[in-house]
């Protein structure tokens, strides 16, 4: 049995504000849209991060990012920030993220090119202790349905 990960993508067009002096994309800027993506992940799977905290006492934190940087993104482009779930574990969430150019007014790269790629490992934390939890698992059981298809052949 195959399990294959679905991808998540996520819209978002750039701002003056999001720019550096040099009028590009200042790179913090894309952890911000790789944020706001997981976050639209898991709204999409069905559940709000303020409500986590309410309701299960549980917030989500970045652990650790490793981002590469290869092309940068101007003013008024829209990017594409595609997350993909890579490992699923019983206190933390690896994920893939891409961010790609999906449409430009610049000539500074076609449309579809890779701007930046990251792998970004979050971690459920209790939200009094700020200590490492489990992820319930109604949580793990909705990402599980949502966000991995299982296949029975070979490919």
Same mark, same amino acid.
């Given at each position: 049995?195959?399990?294959?990960?679905? #991808? /998540?993508?996520?819209?978002?067009?750039?701002?003056? +504000?999001?720019?550096?002096?040099?009028?590009?994309?200042?790179?913090?800027?894309?952890?911000? %849209?790789? #944020?706001?993506?997981?976050? +639209?992940? &898991?709204?999409?799977?069905? /559940?709000?991060?303020?409500?986590?905290?309410? #309701?299960?006492?549980?917030? %989500?934190?970045?652990?650790?990012?490793? $981002?590469?940087?290869?092309?940068?993104?101007? %003013?008024?482009?829209? &990017?594409?920030?595609?997350?993909?779930?890579?490992?699923?574990?019983?206190?933390?969430?690896?994920?893939?993220?891409?961010?790609?150019?999906?449409?430009?007014?610049?000539?500074?790269?076609? $449309?579809?090119?890779?701007?930046?790629?990251?792998? $970004?490992?979050?971690?459920?934390?209790?939200?009094?202790?700020?200590?490492?939890?489990?992820?319930?698992?109604?949580? $793990?059981?909705?990402?599980?349905?949502?966000?991995?298809?299982?296949?029975?052949?070979?490919?």
């Amino acid at each position: 049995m195959n399990t294959h990960k679905k #991808e /998540f993508s996520w819209t978002v067009r750039v701002y003056y +504000e999001d720019t550096d002096s040099g009028g590009v994309v200042y790179y913090a800027n894309y952890l911000k %849209f790789m #944020e706001r993506a997981r976050t +639209e992940l &898991l709204r999409n799977v069905g /559940f709000e991060q303020d409500e986590l905290q309410q #309701e299960l006492g549980i917030i %989500f934190a970045v652990h650790s990012a490793n $981002i590469q940087y290869k092309k940068p993104a101007r %003013f008024n482009d829209e &990017l594409n920030v595609v997350t993909s779930l890579t490992t699923l574990g019983k206190a933390s969430i690896d994920f893939k993220q891409s961010v790609y150019l999906q449409a430009s007014h610049h000539e500074n790269a076609p $449309i579809g090119t890779l701007l930046c790629d990251a792998d $970004i490992k979050i971690a459920c934390i209790n939200a009094d202790k700020f200590s490492p939890q489990v992820i319930p698992a109604p949580i $793990i059981d909705k990402i599980n349905h949502k966000l991995t298809k299982e296949s029975e052949s070979g490919s």
